[in-house]
């Protein structure tokens, strides 16, 4: 039986590293680049230049008050902390030594230069979507950035994650290569719309949920993220972003300026908003919504039985006083706000959702919109982490969740408690 046993297990390791093996010691160089062969050098940096943009490299690879891309942030994932690279063009510690080839198959295949699989907090599981023409043009654009001698600092993965043998497993189960092919049955603006979400931007990354293994499910249904604590809602869900009841124009305008009739973005879309895309075109952002407008929707969820015992009934009265208190005077007594500045609390699909974990943090350490080309002076909403209890934080949270017509669960003090210590980068 023991023998049976080991067999078996053999059998499965050879099933799950053969295949792995095989990708592991292989190139894919794509189709040849065309459109980008075709650029004068000056234009094709240009051209990366931008799509570095629209893809945020910056957010992951510069530290905050560092060189530009010499790497060195560190992302912290629930298996320990995975360190940026170097991305300059210094040859010895950055990739100024890198081809073009090997600079396709870090974002096509997830490899480095020497062969190492990489980790997805890099991800290229996303970014295996990207053409070989804009890879080239991102290579071109990587190779002017001014070279920064600052070596990489090693990853910092508890055992067994940090064994390149766990990765390849990885990725036998959950990353498979493949170029983004256009859809000829949708129309063009659609399907540059998806290149963008689905490749580029990396989109899911934030806004899908993730397995006990740190996998995505790249449905852009909505997850947490855990590293920051913050919520990416559904953008799939009526009930969560609600973008099937949006305007296109509105959805452009969100995303491009960060404020729109709708909502006004805040916590890690903020950011992103703000270093990458409004510095994409019009036609792209344009794209980009016409793209969200038409993913397939999910309805709304039943509604919430509000508990009529005394208990519940005190704890909402004493919210509804503290907003009195400290929030009226922006928000409105009828919860209307005045828009794009202070957004509105009724029907605002933010404060519904079954996570609460965004008004949350937005009460504790307050609100604070991009400043855009669009939006060049931002209001902000000051936090209430110093003024108000774990107590008091709940019931106001409570209190916009049921009032003007908002019907989600209350919140408790233990559920502000776990966010209040976690930092706001």
């Not at 256009?182 to 993730?210: I, T």
């Not at 969820?301 to 919210?319: C, H, I, P, W």
């Not at 794009?340 to 974990?357: F, S």
Request: glycine fraction near 8%.
């Amino acid at each position: 039986m023991k023998k049976l046993r080991l067999i078996l297990i053999g059998l499965i390791v050879l099933l799950i590293v053969l295949p792995v093996a095989l990708l592991w010691h292989s190139d894919d160089q794509g189709p040849p680049p065309t459109t980008t062969a075709a650029l004068a050098p000056a234009e094709r940096v240009a051209r990366g230049a931008y799509l570095a943009r629209a893809g945020d490299c910056m957010a992951c690879h510069t530290t905050r008050g560092g060189a530009a891309y010499a790497g060195g942030r560190a992302l912290h994932t629930p298996f320990g902390s995975v360190y940026a690279p170097n991305i300059t063009s210094d040859r010895d510690t950055g990739i100024g030594a890198w081809t073009a080839d090997e600079f396709w198959n870090a974002l096509h295949l997830g490899k480095s230069r020497d062969g190492r699989l990489l980790y997805p907090a890099f991800p290229y599981t996303n970014y295996t979507r990207i053409t070989r023409d804009d890879a080239d043009a991102l290579y071109a654009f990587f190779q002017t950035i001014p070279a920064v001698r600052q070596a990489n600092t090693a990853h910092a993965l508890r055992f067994p994650y940090d064994q390149q043998f766990m990765l390849a497993a990885w990725r036998t189960l959950y990353f498979k290569p493949a170029v983004f092919k256009p859809q000829p049955a949708k129309a063009a603006d659609w399907n540059r719309g998806a290149y963008l979400v689905e490749g580029l931007g990396h989109c899911s990354a934030c806004h899908s949920a993730r397995n006990t293994l740190g996998a995505s499910a790249d449905t852009l249904s909505g997850g947490m993220i855990p590293v920051l604590g913050w919520y990416a809602p559904a953008l799939t869900a009526d009930s969560e972003a609600g973008l099937g009841e949006w305007l296109p124009d509105h959805i452009r305008q969100l995303l491009k300026t960060g404020v729109s009739p709708r909502a006004t973005v805040f916590g890690p879309m903020a950011e992103v908003v703000r270093e990458s895309l409004q510095y994409l075109s019009d036609a792209d952002v344009a794209a980009m919504a016409v793209y969200l407008k038409a993913l397939p929707r999910t309805g709304e969820r039943s509604d919430f039985e509000r508990s009529k015992a005394l208990e519940a009934v005190q704890f909402l009265a004493a919210g509804a006083k503290l907003y009195q208190t400290h929030c009226v005077d922006c928000h409105g007594a009828d919860g209307n706000g005045k828009p794009p500045a202070y957004p509105p609390l009724g029907g605002n699909r933010a404060l519904t959702m079954d996570e609460a974990v965004n008004p949350i943090r937005i009460v504790l350490n307050g609100g604070f919109a991009p400043g855009t080309a669009g939006n060049p002076r931002p209001y902000g909403m000051p936090p209430f982490a110093h003024v108000l209890n774990d107590t008091e934080v709940a019931a106001v949270v409570s209190y916009l969740r049921s009032a003007w017509g908002n019907n989600a669960p209350p919140v408790t003090g233990l559920d502000v408690n776990r966010y209040r210590a976690i930092p706001l980068d």
